[in-house]
């Protein structure tokens, strides 16, 4: 059976918030099994066990992570000892390019993942501004 797909989401105006809820449904038409919840709605225990996780966040401020993503943020750089070998992730970054930190609190996590062992299956998705391309995204994601 294929692993229950968790789609953890950090917005602070309702885009990437919609998106998450998007892809859940579909997820859910394909038969996957999903969780969704916002990032700061895991703890650190239980992310450190998940096999398939899609994170979706969009930066706000000047390249800051949206508020309900901001204590997960902190606990997973703030933690160095955590193996994370047997996750399977990949990131939809929403952004805007006239900010000069495009996309960083979804590069952030990305390369964060990627430094504690987890195995990004799919490339990181940046959207600028709109949401193109990430329907797209999720059928790549969900053939993994
Ligand atoms: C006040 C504000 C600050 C923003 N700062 C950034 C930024 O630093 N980098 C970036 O790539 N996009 C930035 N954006 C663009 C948002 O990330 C983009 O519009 C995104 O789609 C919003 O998603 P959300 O509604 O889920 O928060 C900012 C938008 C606002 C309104």
């Not at 294929?2 to 990437?16: D, H």
């Not at 916002?38 to 930066?59: A, G, Q």
């Not at 900010?99 to 990305?110: M, N, V």
């Amino acid at each position: 059976m294929t692993e229950k797909l968790y789609i953890l989401y950090a917005s602070q105006t309702g885009t990437a918030e919609d998106l998450a809820f998007e892809i859940n449904d579909i997820a859910q038409s394909k038969n996957i099994v999903t969780d969704l919840k916002e990032l700061d709605d895991i703890s650190l225990e239980k992310f450190k066990e998940i096999k398939r996780v899609m994170v979706i966040t969009s930066t706000t401020g000047e390249g800051d992570i949206p508020y309900n993503g901001e204590l997960f943020f902190e606990k997973l750089f703030g933690i160095a000892n955590i193996n994370l070998s047997q996750m399977r992730y990949g990131v939809i970054a929403l952004g805007d390019s006239s900010h000069y930190e495009f996309c960083k609190a979804g590069r952030d996590i990305d390369e964060r993942l990627k430094y504690l062992g987890a195995i990004c299956i799919l490339d990181r998705l940046e959207c600028d501004y709109d949401t193109k391309g990430s329907i797209e995204w999720l059928q790549n994601f969900s053939i993994y």
